[in-house]
């Protein structure tokens, strides 16, 4: 075996392996590169979503010709002055983007400096494709033609144009909500697509979210131990069945970082159901000594000097902004009633669709025509009203003492309860409320220190493999605080002594895999307090007055005053309202009053 030197063609095309993953890569290494290059407008052209042509062009500073055919070359970058590689503030440092990107397709420079004439340098798959001047404004465009036809193996894995063009339209997105000074331009196939000019970021975001955030989403700011993070995210009751619309940025850099991704789901934990995402364009400023962004070729993950600092930042600041909000989320939504009224019920999350598209369509102005899904829906309801309309009513004869959510006024299908407050008719859905109710008592007790716990009999042993005990022993106290006594026994068991009360009869093997698991996953204590949030609100769901049970007046009240004055009882555990009013204004809308 004699051990050789690789020539640079074929070290640049194993590193455009780990950098030129699909055209949405290249795209993003070039506006990355423009961006570095100080542009205040970078205009983006692509053909078949980018497999034919990516075109990069800007207003930066440009290069000389010298400039140029050093940018070519591999491990050149005029990005990091006095190696400083801790302390990077541009998008690039690596050097191997452009040589990369020739390695696996047709690429043409083309450059001019301010005062000097243009120039332009093709590089044909690794191999110098001639070159010659240029007529170009001040900057640069790079041209990109015929991605990976040369290279049957990555072609392979490419998708269809339209996805590989949904691709670069995202990582256009978040590189133009990480710079919202700079103008974009996008175009697809000679047509244009975007038109961003400079903004502040709150106004690029909202341009590139969906508007409906300016009534269902939640501006944040908030700081701790020199970091700050600022942005918006959705109300738990505007979701999506994809995580699509998940947009995070440490120090204007645009990540797909699992501890952020995990502290913004760990933040929604038991106000969204599992299979449903939020909404959020988050913003994380932190020390540049504080975070490494060199772990990634692509540069789109990060690694924190202190994770639990910056999760618990997260968590805990999304969190509070969520429960500041918990009580007026619901009564927020009467903003668009009388089509609330009409397309607001929760739509049924599994079976139908693909469970895209977001949970209200609260725009429409007349009352919108049932979907598919919705009369399914529909035609339960009235199944379940059949037999014979199971409503019971009360004189509506004393005056109404102002209580929010009204005077319980009867039952409905032994599942609502119709309630008139001052301001309008209220109804809840009492499943989901009383749920709700039982989550956050348990919660409470927890957080009043007075967590039951409840001794075993005789210790149980659970076996685990050796690091889920090293994780597990490292959380004991933290598990302790919840209940749950487990030590460690021998190098791949431990020994439970009590589990919180509230589980009742639990599986404590499987209760320990499952939070060992969890532990592996998100790592750090918060997930554990997420944990047992979850394992809650399962025994909440099951715990809790059942929809179709008959309610006195009494008890129907006892329900309304204690939502009241609990958090977050705007919504179930899963997200979805456990009331909704329809104002008096609403109601003579209804009615063609006004
Ligand atoms: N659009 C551009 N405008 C000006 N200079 C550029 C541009 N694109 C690339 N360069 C120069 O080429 C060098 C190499 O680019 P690249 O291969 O992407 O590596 P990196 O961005 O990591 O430095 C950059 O450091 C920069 O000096
Ligand atoms: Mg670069």
Known sequence: MSIRRLPPELINRIAAGEVVERPASALKELVENALDAGATQVAVRLHAGGLEL???????CGMTRDEMRLSL???????LPADAIDRITSFGFRGEALPSIASVARLTLES??????GWRIEIDHGMPGGEGPAALPPGTRVKVEGLFDKVPARRKFLRSPRSEYAACLDAVKRLAMARSDVGFTLDHDGRRILTLAPAEPPVRVAELLTHELDRHGIGIDCAREGMRLTGVISLPTFNRGVADQQFLFVNSRPVKDRLLVGALRGAYRDLIARDRHPIAALFLEIPLDEVDVNVHPAKTEVRFRDPSAVRGLIIGGLRHALDEESGRSAAREQAAAPVMWTTSLPLPHSGGGRGEGLSYSPDGQALPNPSREREGLVAERQRLFEPAPAARAEPAVEPVPS???GVARGQVAATYIVAEAEDGLVIVDQHAAHERLVLERMRAAREGGAVARQALLIPEVVELDEPDCD???AAAADLADLGLEAERFGPTAMLVRSVPAALGKTDAAKLLADLAAEIAELGGPMSLRDKLDHVAATIACHGSVRAGRVLSVAE???LL?????????GQCNHGRPTWVKLGHGEIEKLFGRR
Not at 112 to 117: M, N
């Open 561 to 569: 005053r204690e939502m009241e004055v609990t958090p977050r009882s």
């Open 471 to 473: 994780r597990l022993e």
């Open 54 to 60: 990516i075109e990069v062009a800007d207003d930066g």
């Open 73 to 79: 070359e591999r491990h050149a970058t005029s990005k």
């Open 403 to 405: 209580f929010p959510l």
């Open 112 to 117: 001019r400096v301010r005062g000097a004439d």
């Open 556 to 558: 129907m009240n006892a």
